[in-house]
Nanobody
Framework: QVQLVESGGGLVQAGGSLRLSCAASGRTFSGYVMGWFRQAPGKEREFVVSISWSSGITYYADSVKGRFTISRDNAKNTVYLQMNSLKPEDTAVYYC???????????????????WGQGTQVTVSS
């Protein structure tokens, strides 16, 4: 049974930092693409960043470029999202997701992801 478990969310002031973790289990994720999405109240789920587990190729949403960094630890089967210079508009539930193949276009379509975590709340106060 594949499981993705996020952690690391919380309340932070604008300009602060948080690091989210996504621990993956239940299969080998080599060849998979892992993504982070977020959903704010009343808004659609939006793409944040993706990473190819094998190659390390990353794609970022323009809104987080230069502030967020995705990384992975193959030994721990864990993906991280380091979020710096947080803004109130970053407030959302953040979800980790996994899909088998890269589409070569950034892997931004949430409907193509097979596995999802339960989400972790990030709240940035002004």
């Amino acid at each position: 049974q594949v499981q993705l478990v996020e952690s690391g969310g919380g309340l932070v002031q604008a300009g602060g930092s948080l690091r989210l973790s996504c621990a993956a289990s239940g299969r080998t994720f080599s060849g998979y693409v892992m993504g982070w999405f977020r959903q704010a109240p009343g808004k659609e789920r939006e793409f944040v960043v993706s990473i190819s587990w094998s190659s390390g190729i990353t794609y970022y949403a323009d809104s987080v470029k230069g502030r967020f960094t995705i990384s992975r630890d193959n030994a721990k089967n864990t993906v991280y999202l380091q979020m710096n210079s947080l803004k109130p508009e970053d407030t959302a539930v953040y979800y980790c997701a996994g899909r088998r193949y890269s589409d070569g276009l950034g892997n931004k379509n949430s409907r193509m992801y097979e596995y999802w975590g339960q989400g972790t709340q990030v709240t940035v106060s002004s």
